[in-house]
Structures are given as structure tokens and as C-alpha cells.
């Protein structure tokens, strides 16, 4: 049975909405050949039957990564983000399936007449073409409005048209990417999508919103009432008699165990960490290996070349000309220090605090350069090349091994013929199939002044600039995240000059070298015996100064706390012995030397789990907070709240005017108990003894405001608003049956 039949048997009023990651990837070029034909043996996980192989997880993953990174891959993304990506992979996979199922059980499908709708909308109907397909398979709506006409004489080959648009954070148009064979699959894709569609509107037609469920929501939503609240919060008890015994925490545990289902199955790893630090040698070696440089910096010859090789990988070569404190590199106020000197001056070394890395600079060259200027630019399209190539083929796949070199060599000619033409003529007067206006510096028609000491357009840009003289026009390389295109630029005009430097600064940081790296790998080497004996892991901590800490591991588990590249040693902990040391784990900033203690394959959490069990404990606690409560609490004689307070002191009275309970007005809103009764109470009525969360209550209501429904009184936002309750609890409904009543298995420790 689907969950169609199952929801309609358990409510009368459920919308659900097929939500949350619907785009979850676009399938381009590059990860269309991220699909490997080697399909492995073991599997990440099952749901309902259908396994989901680690091949499957990974490219899933790498999608993902590919949408959230702009392009990048999954092993290229931050640490925390590698964690993320791993677990929403694996939410998206199990929603994929469900709904796949679901769209199967129910018939559903896209016909012809709507595929070609969703391509090129229909003017009868008014239907407009999908949203999806206009930015993911026509690059943009501009791009689409111009080519519509040419899609819809032959929507079953629409590859000349097929690209992917590119949006900044802002949805700006920054880039439009041709998609070749990978069109095929972005429209697979948004068929999919149409069916999710189907799907979601089917579900919604299931249920039902009535005039009395939503006249029940306008008078919540509408009616106060003046309450008066007498109250004991259980933490004004506070002394010796409260503290918990080990017998009344674990009672506590078995009473609220339900609170800590354990999923998968766990493992406690224990972990010693040598946080890898260089020695006063290390930085001694590095301080005169700078040294060695400052007579090199006077002799070489191409000197950028030698300073781009010599500085470090993860440090920024900068070669553009800066005024006094903009320049980048700030290290020991070089970033002043450095415009006393002139040309061909050479400072350092120079250090900074801590002494973790050591640099030179020369100042390389000193002229009167403008802050900002004004330019045309067009981006040279690289489409009209595909189309010389195609030649009207329309089964043409651009193959990188034997179009990769005449790509370039048409790109350049075409590049340079309309620098030529550039030459004598406005930028924007070119071909429009040929050159995309930048309008990054155009407002009203008019140019705008650019900040050069922005950057936006990359090194070439850059250097180019600074040699230009108004009217100039340059052909530049601008970097895409993509990999890049030719621009034309064309000078109009340069804002005030001023003095400003070029700089060469070298930079090299201070690692362990060899022989630091045997002390610590040495000292590792110490704590794995140590485990093998059975002995205490702390007995050694100080002298061989290192960090013990621990975790209960999963397989969904991607990172240890402090420890970088640690999925490695997650993995070997699911495979490991107990008791047994590890070999030693080399990460960017730790050796790292662990053992696993033993393993968890109970229904719930262990109460040793050290948030379990301050959980239990403070439970068991306010149990008996409760109870002293309780034992004190005067019997009400009247219906006079107040006088309660004169015979038992710790009691608080607090009077509200028009609360609105589903508005969350009452200070109270959190306590549901304390919710319920002031709702179920007319005026002049008293509650009988609330036992809330945070305390013990007591409620009358002194005054209630009904709303008023007249003739005129309309629903339509009290429907809405119950709809779009709904759709939460649908999503609910969905998540609830994927994780908790379908047929799961996870499997993540598998992965590496």
C-alpha cells in the first residue's frame, strides 16, 4: 500500500509537498563523466529492497558538490562541507527512491503534449515553459526568449540551444555553460521534476480544508482572554535533597529511553592527538633560506617567474600595483613599511607573531596609476565556434581529444578578428551572436566607474589595464569558475592618478621538518604500546604532550572534533579489533593514534553516553523538584488564585490581558499543558494543578474575548494558513515514513 492510501487512512486533513531538494543536481558535462561503469560489490545502504551502491552515494554526492561549489568537486570542498554533502546525499537518495515508488504505484507519467509544454510553453492554454528548462537547458530567460522560436520547429533536438545558466547569489547572469550530450540527461531531469509535480498535486487533491475547521482557526487565531497564573517553577527548589541518585538516573533513563533510538550501530573511539607543531629549528632552516634569497632578488633576471616559484603554494602571489595600506599582504606592517622605499629596494626577512612563516619583498615598480576608470567590455561567445565545427550536425558531440586544439585555434581567430574590427567601432555595436555586453559597470545606458582595486575581472585584466591609455582597446583572459573567456575592453576614460607600487614578495611558512616529524611519529609510536600493554592512555599525556579525547562513531559519522581529514580514521574504527592500537594516522594538523573500546548495537543509546546521561540526570532531577513542589502546594479553597501565595511563599502569581494562545502571546506559550487548560476554560473557571515542563500550575481565566464572525467574515486566510500547516506536516508524514516505518538499512561505514 503507498502512502497515498495510508495517509488518507489517518487523516482528514494532510497536504503533502514534495519538497526540500527537488533540484538536487544538474546534470552537466562534467557529471555525466563522473559515472563509472565499475559498479561495486558492497552497498551504502537499502531502502525498501533497492540497494543503494557506494557508486550510486558517490555520485549523488559529487552533484551536490558540484551545485553548492559552483562547479567544484567533492574532494576540492571545505572540511565542514564534506560532512554536510555526505548526509544530504543520502536524505536526497532515500526521497529519490520514495518518490519514484510512489509516482510508479500511481501511473504517473509526463506525456509528449507536456514535454513539449514544458519546452516551449503554449500560448492556447497560456501555459508558460518550465522554469527549470528556461535556466538549466536554454541559458536564461533571454537566451530562451531568443532562440524560442528555432527550439520549437524541432523540440526532439534542442542540443544547438542547450546551455546552463550560470547565477551569482544575487541571480545575476554571470555565465552561460554549453551542455552537448548532457542535455539529454537535464531533460530527463525535468521530466522528473513534472512527475514530482504530478505527484504533489494528486496528494493535495486527496484532502480536504472545511468552512468548520477553518471558523475553529479564525477564533483561535482571533479570541483572548485575561488570564491570572499561579506558578512554582521547579528550579526555585534547590538544594541537597534534589541531587539524584545513579538508581533514580537510570530509573529516569528507562522511563525517557525513547528519546535516544540509536539508528545505527556505534562504536567508542578513543583517540591521542600530537598536534604537529614546528621546533625553534624548523623555523631557524626557513629564516635562512629566506636569507639565501635577498641576493638572488638583486641578480635573477625574470624576476616574477623566480618569485612565483619560490613562494609557497597556499600563499598569494600578487603582482598589481597598490596605494600605501591596500596593499594584500599585511604581514609586519609591509603593507606600509614598504612605500618609504623605491624602486628596486628589497625588504626583510620579516616574521609574523608566532613566528609561522617568513618572507621578503622588492619593490619591482612605482608609477601614477588611476583608482578607477571607465570601459566597455564584451565577452567573445565561444558558441559560434561549436556551430562552425557542427557545420547544421545535429548529432555533433564536441570530444575534447579531437576538437580540443581547432576549438582554441577558431576561438583565437575569431577573438582577433573582432579586436580588429573593435578597433574603429564601439564595443556594443558588434554582432550580438558574437560578443556579450558586461553591464557590471552600465546604468541607464551610461557607463560607470570602475574600481580597479576590486579585482572582478582577474590577472590579465589587471595587467593589461595598467598599460592601456584611453581609447586603447585589448582583447583579456577572464577566469570563470569553468575555466575562462576573451574579453574586449575598450578605454574610455581613467578617474585621478596616484602614486602606486608593484611588489614581490616571497613567503614561506615554517612545517615540521624531518627530523621534528620522527620525534612526534616517535612519541606516537609510545602511546600505541601503551595500548597494547592495556595500560591507562593518560599515564603519558604530559611528558609526551598529547590530547586524549573520544566519540561514539557512526557510519553517518564524517569528522572528529579538532582532528581534519579524519573520515579515514571513522572508517578504520568500523574494521578495527577492540582494545588494539591503530597504526599511526597522518592528517594536515595531527598524528593521531586511536583504539576503539567497544561497540553499541542497542535499540537506544548508552546511558554512559555522556549527553544521555546529563539528560537522565537532570530529568530524575526535576522529578524530584516536582514532588517537593507537590508535597507543599496549598489546596486551592476558592476560586481565588491569590490567596495561594500567602500560604506557600515560593509561589508566583502573574495576571495577562488578551493573550492569544496560537499568536504565542502569553509568556507561558512554551508550556502545552499550561496552553491547553487556559483553552478549555471559560470565564471565572480554574484549571486543577498543571505539572508542566519548567513547573507546577495553576490557571483561572478572568475575562474572555470571542471574535466576532459575521456575514462578511471571510476564511481564505485561516484555509491558507491550515494548507500550509499541511504541507509541514506532510513533509513530516514523508520524513517519518523514509526513516522510521520503511524497510532501512544504513550501511555509511562503508564509506571512506
Not at 557542427?390 to 573582432?418: C, F, I, P
Request: proline fraction near 2%.
Amino acid at each position: 500500500m503507498g502512502i497515498i492510501q495510508k495517509t488518507r487512512d489517518n487523516s482528514a486533513l494532510m497536504l503533502i509537498v514534495i519538497g526540500g531538494a527537488l533540484l538536487a543536481f544538474i546534470l552537466t558535462e562534467y557529471l555525466s563523466s563522473n559515472n563509472s561503469s565499475n559498479e561495486l560489490n558492497n552497498t551504502v545502504g537499502e531502502f525498501n529492497g533497492i540497494q543503494i551502491t557506494d557508486n550510486e552515494f558517490s555520485n549523488e554526492r559529487e552533484k551536490l558538490a558540484f551545485l553548492t561549489n559552483g562547479g567544484e568537486s567533492f574532494s576540492a570542498s571545505q572540511e565542514f562541507q564534506k560532512g554536510q554533502l555526505t548526509n544530504e546525499a543520502w536524505n536526497s537518495i532515500l526521497r529519490d527512491k520514495f518518490l519514484e515508488h510512489e509516482a510508479e504505484e500511481l501511473g504517473i507519467k509526463v506525456t509528449s503534449d507536456e514535454e513539449e509544454e514544458m519546452l516551449i510553453g503554449n500560448s492556447e492554454t497560456g501555459a508558460q515553459p518550465s522554469p527549470f528548462y528556461v535556466n538549466y537547458l536554454f541559458g536564461g530567460s533571454e537566451y530562451y526568449q531568443k532562440n524560442r522560436n528555432e527550439i520549437a520547429q524541432n523540440t526532439a533536438d534542442i542540443s544547438k540551444h542547450a546551455f546552463m545558466a550560470v547565477f551569482n547569489r544575487n541571480r545575476e547572469l554571470v555565465n552561460r555553460i554549453p551542455l552537448g550530450s548532457s542535455s539529454l540527461w537535464v531533460r530527463d531531469f525535468g521530466i522528473k521534476l513534472k512527475e514530482q509535480d504530478k505527484l504533489q498535486r494528486l496528494l493535495s487533491n486527496c484532502f480536504y480544508t472545511t468552512n468548520s475547521l477553518a471558523k475553529d482557526e479564525f477564533l483561535a487565531s482571533n479570541s483572548n482572554k485575561d488570564i491570572e497564573v499561579g506558578f512554582v517553577k521547579y528550579s526555585s527548589v534547590d538544594d541537597e535533597s534534589i541531587e539524584p541518585t545513579e538508581k533514580e538516573i537510570k530509573a529516569a533513563f528507562e522511563e525517557i529511553k525513547y528519546q535516544f533510538i540509536e539508528k545505527e550501530s556505534s562504536r567508542k573511539l578513543i583517540f591521542a592527538s600530537f598536534a604537529l607543531k614546528p621546533s625553534n629549528d624548523d623555523k631557524k632552516a626557513v629564516l635562512e633560506d629566506v636569507l639565501s634569497l635577498k641576493n638572488t632578488l638583486n641578480e635573477e633576471g625574470d624576476l616574477k617567474l623566480f618569485i612565483k616559484n619560490e613562494t609557497d603554494a597556499d600563499e598569494i602571489v600578487n603582482f598589481n600595483f597598490y596605494k600605501k595600506g591596500e596593499y594584500p599582504q599585511k604581514i609586519a606592517g609591509i603593507d606600509t613599511l614598504l612605500f618609504d622605499l623605491k624602486k628596486g629596494d628589497i625588504y626583510g626577512p620579516f616574521t609574523n607573531q608566532d613566528n609561522s612563516k617568513y618572507g621578503i619583498s622588492k619593490i619591482l615598480d612605482v608609477k601614477r596609476l588611476a583608482d578607477s576608470a571607465k570601459f566597455e567590455m564584451g565577452f567573445v561567445k565561444i558558441q559560434p565556434v561549436f556551430d562552425k565545427i557542427s557545420q547544421g550536425d545535429s548529432t555533433y558531440k564536441y570530444s575534447a581529444e579531437n576538437d580540443q586544439v581547432r576549438v582554441q585555434k577558431l576561438y583565437n581567430e575569431l577573438v582577433d578578428s573582432l579586436l580588429d574590427v573593435a578597433q574603429s567601432r564601439k564595443i556594443s555595436s558588434l554582432s550580438k551572436d558574437l560578443i556579450s555586453i558586461d553591464s557590471t559597470y552600465i546604468e541607464s545606458n551610461e557607463l560607470q566607474w570602475a574600481q580597479l582595486s576590486a579585482n572582478n575581472f582577474g590577472q590579465d585584466f589587471m595587467d593589461t589595464i595598467v598599460t592601456c591609455k584611453v581609447g586603447d582597446v585589448k582583447k583579456v583572459f577572464i577566469p570563470t569558475k569553468q575555466g575562462g573567456i576573451y574579453a574586449l575592453i575598450k578605454i574610455r576614460k581613467f578617474g585621478v592618478k596616484s602614486n602606486k607600487m608593484q611588489i614581490g614578495t616571497i613567503i614561506k611558512n615554517v612545517y615540521p621538518g624531518d627530523d621534528t616529524q620522527e620525534d612526534y611519529i616517535s612519541r606516537a609510536n609510545q602511546v600505541a604500546f601503551t595500548i597494547k600493554e592495556g595500560k591507562d592512555l593518560n599515564i603519558l599525556s604530559d611528558s609526551l604532550n598529547y590530547v586524549i579525547d573520544s566519540a561514539e562513531v557512526k557510519g553517518s559519522t564524517y569528522s572528529l572534533r579538532g582532528i581534519s581529514d579524519s573520515r579515514k580514521i571513522i572508517h578504520w574504527a568500523f574494521n578495527a579489533e577492540f582494545n588494539q592500537p591503530s597504526n599511526i594516522f597522518t592528517t594536515p594538523n595531527a598524528y593521531v593514534v586511536c583504539f576503539v573500546r567497544n561497540e553499541n548495537n542497542d535499540k537506544f543509546k548508552s546511558i554512559e553516553d555522556t549527553y544521555v546521561k546529563s539528560v537522565c540526570e537532570a530529568y530524575a532531577r526535576k522529578q524530584k523538584q516536582k514532588q517537593n513542589i507537590l508535597a507543599n502546594f496549598p489546596a486551592l479553597t476558592s476560586d481565588d488564585i491569590q490567596s495561594l501565595s500567602q500560604s506557600y511563599e515560593a509561589l508566583t502569581i502573574n495576571k495577562e490581558s488578551s493573550v492569544n494562545l496560537k499568536k504565542g502571546s502569553s509568556k507561558f506559550s512554551r508550556e502545552h499543558e499550561v496552553n491547553g487548560s487556559i483553552a478549555g476554560l471559560s470565564k471565572n473557571k480554574t484549571s486543577k494543578i498543571i505539572e508542566g515542563e519548567e513547573g507546577v500550575y495553576i490557571v483561572k481565566v478572568i475575562n474572555q474575548y470571542d471574535a466576532k464572525i459575521t456575514e462578511e467574515t471571510s476564511f481564505d486566510l485561516e484555509k491558507t494558513q491550515l494548507k500550509r500547516d499541511a504541507v509541514r506536516n506532510g513533509n513530516l508524514l514523508v520524513n517519518e515514513y523514509i526513516t522510521e516505518k520503511s524497510d532501512l538499512t544504513d550501511n555509511r561505514k562503508i564509506l571512506r
